[in-house]
């Protein structure tokens, strides 16, 4: 054998290994799962409440509360500019949330805790004092809802929910200057205020 061949042998031997380990590259890459992007999603939205989370279905609502009562009320009574109504559930004589959805659709779109015992965000619960939650979220500001002022909010919106307090002109959580079309939060008028409801929002 002459030394060309034997180059040319070598150079062969060379190209088959090289298109062996590309096809194997290839049969890698077409078998590992891509990663995909979530655009939009966060760990840090609140959407499950005790037995109930945003986007179930009505019935997937009263299956996960078979003992309890549902009772129809209007939305305006929850600070929604809506003429529909939504679900109250009441579970040993104790109303725990109340869930509504939007027209045409059976997917909750919200639900407001009414019950003490269920704890959002760690430990924010029905009773609990503003100035206990302030402390928790110091930078938090008090507002006036526009739609029906009988309510005052808090809104954590990187977590998705609002604490709201039941109030009127008498009693508001807090004080506000009222020379602009929307009044601005000023000060904490009554820190001992309990909050009367938390709304998860979608």
Known sequence: MTQTSLIIIILIFISACSTVASREDNIVAATRKPKIKEEGRTSTYIQKVDKAFIGMTVEELKE???NAIFKEEPLYEYGVDSEG???????????????????DDNKIHSLTVLSPKIKVDSNVHVGMTVQEFLEKYPNSTLAIN????????????????SIEFITTDSSRVGN???????????????PEATIDRIEILK
């Open 64 to 66: 996960a509360y078979p």
């Open 85 to 103: 109504t939504g679900l109250l559930v009441i579970e040993n004589n104790e109303p725990l949330l109340f869930a509504w959805t939007l027209e």
């Open 146 to 161: 526009l739609i029906d002022d009988r309510f005052e909010f808090i809104h954590i919106m990187d977590k998705k929910y």
């Open 176 to 190: 506000y200057d009222f020379s602009e079309a929307e009044p601005e939060f000023k000060s904490l008028n009554r």
